[in-house]
Every structure is written in C-alpha cells, then in structure tokens.
C-alpha cells in the first residue's frame, strides 16, 4: 500500500505538468506530518482536506501523511471518528503534526467503558480506574491481570512466580473469608479468569470500584468488576503487525547454611538436649546448595501477528500468539497458543451483527508440590548423587531428594478453550438501541500424572507404577439482551438501559487410576495398559444458574449535575427457593464544579467535579447443591452374610434451607481536578465497603460426622483513601508522563454472629497461624508474642511460669497477666493486609527514544514465615538467620538455641513473623522508534526494538525468596470445578504465609513491533 500511494502522489504530479500554467505551478505548496491520539498513538485512517476544496488525503497505518497544496496559505481540516475537527492553517509550514483530541469530550477527556456502554469520563459518578496502551504490552507477563499491578488505584495484586498461574487479586480489601476475587468481563463474558487472554489483543481495563459502577452487574459485582475490550479494526488501509521477544528469567537466589555450618548447628542441637555430637566436622568436605541445584534460568519466548481493517460497512480484527514460559524449576512451565477473531458487520445503518470469538490451547508442566517445601529442609551435607550416579537418601523420612522427584514426577494439563460471544444491534426511533448477544466460556483439560518404579530409599519409593487421569469440561452460556435509550435535550442529557440475562455454569469431571502400568514409555500412558486389580474410578458434576434483570439510568443536567440509579435483581440457584431472589439498588451524584459561571476566573483549573455514590451488592460465591444433603458412595462395610463388602452410601453434609446472599454495602465520596490545561490530573476518593451476612463453613460438632455446611455470619467492614496523580508535559523533542497512584487498607471484622473466630492458615504440623475475630482484620496472624529467648536460668526463675524452658529457649509474653504461659496467652502477632500500596509509572522520551519505569510498593503487611517453623524431625536444614542463634548470655535477642522441634522455639508465635514491605523495580523498558527516513526504502510503516526488565529488585527487610505472598491461586487449565467455591478458593485466612510459595523471578527480553 506503500507503494501503491507513492505512485498516486508520482503520477498526480506528471499530469499536473499539463494541466496547470507554469505560475500556478509555482505556487504549489507540499505538506507533510504525523496524526496521534492523547496519548501519542499513530492514528491511522484520519482524513485530511484542504478548507473549501473537496481534495484531500488521509493517514497510513502509521499516522502520516502527505499531500500538496495550491498555496501555502491554505487552511487544513483533519477529522476522524470519535475525535474533535482541528483547522490548522499552513502558515508557509513544510511539517505539521497534529495531536487529535477525543470527540463531544471535554477538557481532553476519552470515552470509558462502563457496565453495559461507555460514558465520557467527565460524566462519570462511579469510581472506575482506567489502563490502556503500553502498560498493558511493556510488562512481560503472561497474565494481563498483573498489569494491574502499580497501575490502578485501590487494586492489590499479588503475583506468584509459577508459570501460567493467575495471581491473586483484591479490589478496596477483602470483604469476605471465602473467594474475594473481582469478576472478570471480556467483551460482555462473564469469566473467573482471564490466563486465555493474549495481552497484546486487549485495548483497555477499567476496573470498576464502587457500587455505583460496578451495581449493574449485580451478584457477580460484590468484589469489584474488571472490564477488559479487545482491539477492532479501525484503519481504513489493512494493518499487519508483528511483535516478538526473546528473553530469559532468573531465579531468585536463597542460601540455606552450608554443610559445615549444618553440621555444627545439628552437633549443637543434640548437645542441648544431652545426646552426643553426630558429626565430625574435619571429614565434611563438600557442601550442596539445593536451592541453586532446583532453580536454574529458564527462556521466555512471546511471538504475536494481527491484521485489521475497518471501513463503514465491516472491520476485522484477527491475531494469533504464542508464549512459551520455561519454570525455574524443572516440570514447570507454560505453553499457550491463542487466536482471535473480531469481526463486526453493518448491514444497514441501523443493523449490525459481530462476534469477539477467541481460542486458545496449553500445555502445563505442574510442578512438585512439595519442591520448595523439601528445598528448605534437605541437608546440605546430603550429595544429590551417590558416587555411583544413583541418587542420594536425605535420610529424612518426610523429605525426599527433591532432584529425584522432580525427575520421576510426571504431571502435566493440557487445556483447549473457546472464550466469546455474538451479537447483533439494532437501532431505532433515532435514541434507541437493542442489542442481543450470545456468549460462551467453553474449556476442556485434560490432567495426567504418572510414577514409575523407582527406589531411592526405604522412604522414598514407589514399589509398582501408578497412572490417573481427569477429564473436565466447563460449558457456560451468558445470554444478554438489553435496550439502551440516549437522548440530549438543551441542557438535559438521558442515557438509560435495561435488560435481561440468563446464566448457566456446567462442569463435569471424569477420572481414573491404574497401577501397574505396561511401560514407562508416554505413548503408553493410558488406563487400560494398567492393572485391573486396585483400579478406580469417578465421575461428578456440577450445575448452576442466574437470572437477573437490571436497570440503569444517567442523567446530566446543564453538563454540571449529575445522576445514577442502578437497579439490578438476581436469582440464583445456588440458594434454596425462598432465599435465592436478591434486590441490589445503588444511586450516585456528582457536580461538576469547573461548568459553574463562578469557575470562568479560574483559568489554570480545567476541571473540577466531586461525586458521591451509595449502594448495595450480592455475592453468590459459595458451592451448588449446598442446601441439599449429599450423600457419599463407595463406602464399604461388612455384610451381616458371609461377611462380604457390599457398597454403601452415607449422607455426608447438613441442610441448610436458610443459606441466602451475602450482601456488600458500599460508600464513595471522590473529587476528580485537572490544572494547567490537564497537564496535572489527579483523584482522591474516600471509600467505606461493609459485607453482611457473609458466607462461611459454619461448623459442626466431631460427634455429628457430618462435614461443615455454609452459613451467612457475621460483617467485615473495609474503609479507605485511593490517590492518583498523573503529569504530563512536552518542550520541542522531550516528553514526559509521570502517574502516581496510592491507596490505603484498613480492614476489620465486625461481627461473626454466634462464633468467636474462624480459624486458617494451616501450615502442617497441627499448626493454625491465621484467625478472623471481631475488632481484627481477616486472616490476622495469632499466636505467641516472643520477648526473644531466656538469657539465664534466673530470668525463668523471675518470669511467668512457663514449662520445660531452658536457658536460650524462646520467652512469651504473659498476655492475660496470670503469671502462667499457656494457650489463653496467644494474642494478634501480625497482619497479611498492607496499610497501604502504590505505584509510580515514569515514561520519559527524546525523539526516537523512550524510558519507561514503573514502581511498586506495599507497606505495613507482615510475613508468616511458615517455612521455617515447621520442623518434623532434628535433621532439616536451617536458614542462614540460625547463624545468629542463642549460644550463651547476650548472644542474642531474637534466635533461640538450636533445638528440634516440639519446643516453645518452635511454636506459632512472632518468632516467625517478619516484616512484609515491600517496594519493587517492576519494570524498566528502553526502546529505540526506527524514524520514517530508514523505513523509506521498506514496506514497514513503523518499526521499534525495546530492552526490558521485569522484577528487577526488591527492597526490602524480608529475607525469604519473595516477600510477594499470595493466597490460594488458581492455575489456568485446572480439572477442578471453576464454579465451586470451595475448590476455587482463594480465602484470605491463607494470605501472608510463606509455606512453599513458588517465588517471583526476574525476566530480561529483546523484543520489536513491526507494523506493515
């Protein structure tokens, strides 16, 4: 297409040779230039004409164009959908580039997607936060949703380092001790993940905060509501881009101690107790560091092409991806290949029919579960291989030799899946609008896990192979239909929908086990190249549906006053018949100061607007089926004939009929300025978010032998202050923007009904470390307070009695004052949730080159370092901090004498509980822009080649792999039950313990974009 123009402009310049006198000629004057949008984006497509002629030209691919004149003193027009006319007069001038500015939008405010529409910005009364452009490409992430990270306000993501997996997700705290994660939205689809999504298809997230915005999605919407859009064809010229990267990840470094310091430390454990010494120190030579022989550098590859076109009459938006993830640790690791295709089609003016269709097929090495877990405790005197080349016995019977189960550990998932939907619009009566559409979220995995026979020690093998396999299936379908009225009238501005859905999740899952297997060879891996004897075999499902009917009106008065009420009514069968209809209401208000006649005085302010929003949420997010009694199969037991086993069943939970919504109130007051002609945008809002009637597993007796059932108990109250800040500013060739986002957490159970707590966090060993009580934010760390060991045996004589401590051993703090320790002096020794969070995002360019660095921080969270408190027996390794123990008077503050377990050393007390702030290099991203001059002799209208960095260092006090802490996450392509609370459960009575985490690594890439 190029080419195709140049010989256009060649061939318009020889016939004007003939067809204009000479003097004409001599007037004729060139133009050339580049068109963007606000945010410096190449705008492809925009027309171009010269005031009061009807000639003209519009923009490549890559925003620029050229054209000739008659005069230079001709006025041109630029126009372009969705954007504001400009009339630049030429002015003599040879280059004029144009900057276009959204249209019917005020103060260079864009369009925001909203539930169920868009709506300029300016009228918002909700509190939504937008991300779009490079922060959601720069960042090599697998997942989009870690793009959040930093980047919105009032959003905490925590990450975990485990290839393909979804982090953890909070929007304004955690309301709840079961699933407290936001809904997903992808074109109108409802989806609990978004791992599918190809980060370079999406055009923009907005997160949607308070109930204001987020109210129109009902049940669905308790824990805030991401919106993602995907791209469209735009350009009236086909598009064809292409990005690479290549790069490597590097595994974060952890040092236990080594052999020798292992060994002293066991030596003087086992004096402490009385018994003698275990090893002589001259005969220990070699030391292993299991940490560097499990984790080693890993690639990263990400390759992407799109085509896309728009014209009146139809677009099309197809691209394919490929991201291949190589784990740190061996079998883990990540492969996904996508495609999509947007197509949308104008019948007729006022009918047109699309589809946002996108598939994508994984394959998952599923690490060990116990990698890091083993990683932590294995000796560093043990070799990883005996002299013969057989691997080592660690001699510990709950580890293994970690490196010979990950060689003789085989699992992997291979999942398909098909995302999206269909639809069709049509207007009519010139301010309405219907629209119907049909959406799907189809997956398919497939689970196998295989171990061959295998002896490493007594303790650590595997007498006959054994071979499972699980097959699940999710089929979901959204079926919206909504009517949308949008009228402006003088001063008044109406825009107005109602609708109707209907939901259905469907998940089955089939599985199987064989021991015995034929072969160890893959190729024959299947159920019946096992053993008949001992074989098994299962089969469950699940089923749930919604129907809900929403409403929801905006009005603008005089573009000043502003107003929202949303209505929305779910019914789920997820509760019994006389509890599953809830009515969730919310209404706003907003002024807009700066359109008042007393603000024309204030030039430098170019926008002022303050908002208030109230409303009411459901949460439905608990299991199916749980106000019926299951029963229980396969359960055998003796026959009163012949004593044969015969197949029973057994009810398994209770009933409860009076299981209803879970309700989140919410309230927001948020001021929204810009100064200097929006070179300065800022907001501040003031949120308060209370859940009631939240749903728990509300226990039951042992005696009863019946497992727990939910219940709706008790209220968690979140309150807060979100900031943003972004600068922006240009002078000749330099350029910078600079956004700055903070947010504050202050989280705390108000009531929990009849119960006195709930209790998580379990670590192993019999230990709970994380409680929810009344006056305590959720998931609180509850234990001992340590006052750091006992220095003489005088200061145990003078301190509360506390039973079978020596010299060295940990002192706890009398809570109740009876002058005994005991378990009634276990008290709150920490918190998972952060005081407050931030991020500062810094884009900074030179002509052809631009830095970008983004920054995050959490601060005021503390860490469970469950790691390290577990010990099963006197032969685990020790961290490095054990270098630093107790070892007479005044030798320490903090670390114990060595001992081995079943001690007050080793109780869940603040001995284990560390500082969790945190502030991290996220990402810093140099990239060098190929000027228009290079690309002349190439079909390529824009071409850049970028260095970056993810993860790039952490600051913090923190001395375990990562101070980065998630709760329960899901792995994309899991058989397990997505639309089961309790198997999706990321509970926040987990979050904050390091317990076998998978860290955050560093990545380095090279990469390039290359548009055609």
């Known amino acids: 297409m190029r080419y195709q123009s140049l010989s256009i402009v060649a061939l318009t310049f020889i016939c004007s040779l003939f067809l204009f006198p000479e003097e004409s000629l001599s007037q ?115 997942n989009p949703a870690q793009a959040l990270q930093g980047t919105a306000s009032g959003v905490q993501v925590v990450s975990s380092g485990e290839p393909g997996s979804s982090p953890s997700i909070n929007i304004r705290g955690i309301g709840t001790t079961g699933d407290s994660s936001p809904l997903f939205v992808v074109d109108g689809v409802f989806v609990n993940d978004i791992s599918h999504l190809n980060n370079n298809d999406i055009e923009s997230m907005e997160v949607l905060k308070d109930a204001s915005a987020t109210a129109i999605y009902g049940s669905r919407g308790a824990n805030g509501v991401v919106l993602i859009t995907t791209k469209q064809g735009t350009s009236e010229e086909p598009v064809f881009n292409f990005t690479m ?141 005996n002299p013969d080349g057989s691997y080592a016995s660690t ?54 896990n295989f171990d061959p026979v295998f002896f490493v020690d007594e303790n650590q093998r595997n007498q006959e192979s054994s071979l499972s396999k699980r097959w699940a299936k999710t089929q979901n379908w959204l079926w919206e239909n909504t009517l949308t009225y949008n009228q402006t009238v003088d001063m008044h501005k109406i825009d107005a929908v109602v609708g109707i859905t209907a939901q259905e999740n469907n998940f089955e899952q089939l599985g199987g086990e064989r021991n015995n297997i034929f072969s160890d060879d893959r190729d024959l891996w299947y159920l019946d190249a096992g053993a008949t004897e001992g074989l098994g075999n299962s089969n469950i499902a699940s089923s749930s549906s919604i129907v809900s009917y929403l409403g929801r009106v905006n009005y603008t008065l005089m573009d000043r006053y502003l107003f929202t009420g949303t209505l929305r009514i779910d019914g789920s069968s997820k509760f019994p018949e006389d509890e599953r209809w809830g009515t969730f209401p919310s209404f706003a208000l907003g002024w807009r100061i700066i359109e008042e006649p007393f603000m024309d005085e204030a030039g430098w302010l170019s926008d002022l607007k303050i908002r208030g929003s109230w409303g009411q949420i459901g949460n439905q997010k608990i299991g199916d089926y749980r106000y019926y009694a299951t029963a229980a199969t396969g359960i055998g037991y003796a026959g009163i004939w012949g004593n044969s086993i015969d197949r029973g069943a057994t009810i398994t939970n ?76 240009s002078q000749s060739d330099f350029y910078y923007n600079i956004g700055l986002r903070a947010s504050t957490i202050n989280n705390k159970v108000v009531d ?25 934010p959720i998931g609180f760390f509850y234990g001992y307070k340590s006052l750091g060991p006992f220095d003489t045996q005088q200061e145990i004589d003078n301190a509360p009695t506390q039973s079978n401590v020596a010299p060295g051993d940990l002192r706890m703090a009398d809570i109740n004052g009876d002058g005994t320790i005991s378990s009634e002096d276990r008290t709150k020794i920490g918190s998972p949730i952060p005081d407050y969070t931030g991020g500062l995002n810094i884009t900074v360019g030179y002509k052809a080159f631009e830095l970008s660095v983004d920054m995050y921080g959490s601060f005021g969270s503390e860490i469970y370092d469950g790691n390290n408190n577990v010990r099963y027996s006197g032969d685990d390794n020790f961290s490095k901090e054990w270098l630093d123990r107790w070892t007479g008077p005044g030798t320490s503050d903090e ?116 548009t055609f």
């Open 28 to 142: 004729a004057h060139s133009v050339e230039g580049t068109v963007s949008d606000q945010n410096g984006e190449p705008l492809p497509g925009v027309n171009i004409q010269i005031k009061g002629t009807t000639r003209g030209t519009s923009t490549g691919a890559e925003g620029s164009y050229k054209l000739t004149t008659e005069s230079e003193t001709d006025t041109l027009v630029f126009s372009f959908i969705g954007f504001e006319t400009q009339e630049i007069p030429i002015q003599g001038r040879n280059q004029i580039d144009v900057a276009m500015t959204p249209a019917t939008l005020e103060s260079g405010e864009e369009l925001v997607v909203i539930g169920y529409g868009t709506q300029q910005r300016s009228d918002l009364t909700g509190s939504v936060s937008s991300v779009r452009g490079d922060a959601l490409t720069a960042p090599a992430v697998s």
């Open 245 to 385: 990267s290549e790069g490597v990840e590097v595994p974060t470094s952890y040092s236990m101690v080594n052999a020798r310091q292992y060994a002293t430390l066991i030596n003087e454990g086992l004096e402490n107790i009385g018994e003698e010494s275990r090893y002589d120190l001259s005969q220990i030579d070699s030391s292993t560091d299991w940490f560097d022989e499990v984790m080693d550098p890993a690639s990263v590859r990400k390759y992407n092409i799109s085509f896309s076109q728009g014209t009146d009459r139809n677009s099309y938006y197809v691209s394919l991806g490929y991201d291949n993830q190589n784990g740190t640790v061996d079998k883990s690791g990540y492969k996904r290949y996508s495609v999509r295709v947007n197509n949308r089609y104008h019948l007729s003016d006022n009918v047109t029919i699309g589809h946002n269709l996108s598939g994508n097929w994984s394959d998952k090495d599923n690490r060990l579960g116990e990698a890091f877990g083993w990683t932590y405790r294995i000796p560093s005197t043990v070799p990883v291989r």
């Open 395 to 448: 001699g510990i019977g709950s580890n293994g030799n970690v490196i010979a189960a990950l060689d003789y550990h085989h699992n992997f998932t291979k999942s398909r899946a098909l995302v999206g939907n269909a639809f069709a619009e049509v207007s009519f009566l010139e301010n309405f609008q219907f629209k119907s559409s049909l959406g799907v979220d189809m997956s398919h995995a497939e689970n196998t």
């Open 654 to 729: 209770l009933v409860n009929q009076n299981v209803t919504w879970e309700k989140s109130e919410q309230t927001d007051i948020g001021l929204q300025f810009a100064l200097f002609e929006d070179k300065i945008e800022g907001e501040v809002d003031w949120y308060k978010r209370t859940t009631k009637d939240m749903l728990v597993e509300v226990g039951v007796p042992g005696s009863v032998g019946l497992n727990a059932t939910e219940g709706n108990v008790g209220s968690v109250e979140n309150s807060g202050i979100e900031f943003s800040l972004d600068l922006s500013g």
């Open 752 to 776: 929990l009904g009849t119960r006195d707590e709930l209790i998580g966090g379990n670590i192993g060993a019999g230990k709970n470390v994380s409680r929810a009580r009344v006056g305590q």
């Open 895 to 1010: 670390v114990p004498r060595i001992t081995f377990g079943g001690d007050w050393n080793y109780e869940v007390s603040s001995r284990w509980v560390h500082d969790g702030s945190f502030v991290k290099i996220q990402n810093v991203r140099l990239q060098y822009t190929l000027p228009a001059s290079t690309l002349e002799a190439l079909p390529v209208s824009s071409a850049n080649v970028y260095i970056s960095g993810n993860n790039l260092h952490y600051f913090t006090k923190y001395e375990g792999l990562t101070p980065e802490i998630p709760g329960s996450v899901r792995s994309p392509g899991s058989v397990d039950d997505p639309n089961n609370a309790n198997v999706n459960n990321n509970s926040a009575l987990n979050a904050g313990i390091d317990n076998n985490i998978y860290p955050v690594s560093s990545f380095f890439q090279l990469g390039t974009s290359i």
